[in-house]
């Protein structure tokens, strides 16, 4: 590899940490607004909508410029949701600006490595993006939860004091003037990416027949059995997976007793299991038995609703580690086979657009569940409301997250035993190999 690969990698590390490091500045930042308890997942899900609405798009934007370009671009545009935060807009619109920049981001990212590289490489480039991609969302999501910690906030009033105004910047805003510094070094480093010498797509603004042929697209990956099954895998992991980092953040901090910092670290447990996950798998499941590691779904959901039986850090930190490792074994070979399959049935570059459209919308609908029960659970329920549970559930003295946890991990242990029927009747009527 060489030193423009390297500055790819850099800047993709660069811009994938900031976007991990504002989700928690941004949180917190509701946090001192004293926002309603649901506008925390919502934050998650205004950043995830644009990767939906754009699916169709985003493609031809990237094709349409050069790569290095139109991450800049990108980047430009997340700065300016950063400085939407500062300036006063609410942040779940913000951050909404942000994901915006990062939908357009991600197609230019994987389109300038296949542009960049000889084919041959393409499979160990793949393996250091994705590992910069791992690292970013473990080191974000520890300097977010630094940069609004007890520390910085004492450092914090002690200018304060120096200044003689004692709330003259809070320690979220303060997290987010320092991201948007990595945000800018992140834009500094998209100038020195060779511009390579291809011929540019014109960008037409055709999007009915662009969302038609997406739309073809979506509905071949679900009707092969194999796509079907890890498409419907994936989309689920990556659901559970944004609403988990919301269960483990709330968990952590009404269960365990933590600081937001602390949250953050018990966070980054799960991105470290979820590497480790992966490592093994890579190592000893083959493409062909892809479907062998459908169990280890079912052992997650499990182990997440064991959370309500933990109250010890050495304990937490271990489940955690033990949640991540089974989702990042029981994911990776079936990403894998949903690759090859969308390859064989579509291309390259339609196959991940339609599996980003799907994993997205599916972290819309479970991190939008979750704000609606977070939401009902936590606000008083008149008498003659028609939602028993809820109002017998609040009767009882448990506390919100009992039933989030509970829900959370039935649902997922549920979903894969379903899963899991489904492809063993498909093996039996022969539409399926194992």
Request: charged share 10%; glycine share 10%; net charge positive.
């Amino acid at each position: 590899m060489d030193r423009g690969f390297f500055l790819i990698l850099g800047a993709q590390f660069l811009s994938a940490l900031a976007d991990n490091a504002l989700f928690i500045a941004a949180l917190a930042l509701l946090k001192e607004l004293h926002a309603p308890e649901w506008h925390l997942s919502m934050l998650l899900w205004s950043f995830t909508v644009s990767y939906v609405v754009l699916a169709p798009f985003a493609g031809a934007f990237a094709d349409a410029l050069h790569k290095g370009q139109a991450m800049m671009i990108c980047n430009g545009i997340k700065i300016a949701g950063c400085l939407a935060m500062l300036v006063g807009l609410p942040p779940i619109f913000a951050y909404a600006l942000v994901g915006f920049g990062a939908a357009a981001y991600s197609p230019a990212k994987y389109g300038l490595i296949t542009e960049y590289l000889p084919h041959e490489k393409l499979v160990a480039a793949n393996g250091w993006l994705e590992g910069a991609t791992v690292a970013a969302i473990i080191f974000g999501t520890v300097l977010g939860g630094v940069l609004v910690g007890d520390r910085i906030t004492t450092m914090l009033l002690g200018w304060g004091d120096l200044l003689g105004r004692s709330e003259w910047l809070s320690p979220a805003q303060f997290a987010i003037l320092v991201i948007l510094l990595v945000y800018l070094a992140a834009a500094w480093m998209n100038l020195y990416i060779p511009k390579l010498h291809i011929q540019l797509k014109p960008l037409r603004m055709r999007p009915m027949a662009l969302m038609r042929e997406f739309g073809h697209c979506v509905a071949r990956l679900w009707r092969d059995p194999q796509g079907q099954l890890s498409l419907a895998v994936t989309t689920l992991f990556w659901g559970a997976g944004a609403t988990m980092r919301l269960v483990v953040l709330n968990w952590a901090v009404i269960w365990l007793h933590f600081s937001m910092e602390q949250a953050t670290r018990l966070v980054a447990v799960v991105a470290f299991g979820t590497a480790f996950g992966a490592l093994i798998a890579g190592r000893w499941i083959p493409l062909k038995r892809a479907f062998t590691v459908l169990p280890a779904g079912v052992a997650m959901g499990v182990l997440v609703c064991c959370m309500l039986f933990v109250n010890q850090t050495p304990i937490a930190a271990l489940l955690m580690f033990l949640v991540g490792g089974l989702a990042g074994f029981f994911v990776v070979p079936l990403n894998a086979m949903l690759q090859h399959r969308g390859h064989l049935l579509m291309g390259a570059g339609h196959s991940i657009a339609v599996q980003n459209f799907n994993e997205n919308l599916g972290i819309l609908v479970m991190v939008g569940i979750h704000a609606l029960l977070v939401r009902f659970i936590s606000s008083p329920v008149p008498a003659d409301a028609p939602v028993a549970v809820v109002r017998q559930f609040q009767a009882s003295g448990l506390p919100p997250m009992t039933l989030l946890i509970a829900g959370f991990g039935l649902f997922v242990a549920v979903s894969m035993i379903w899963i899991i029927r489904r492809h063993r009747r498909g093996i039996n009527a022969g539409i399926m190999h194992d």
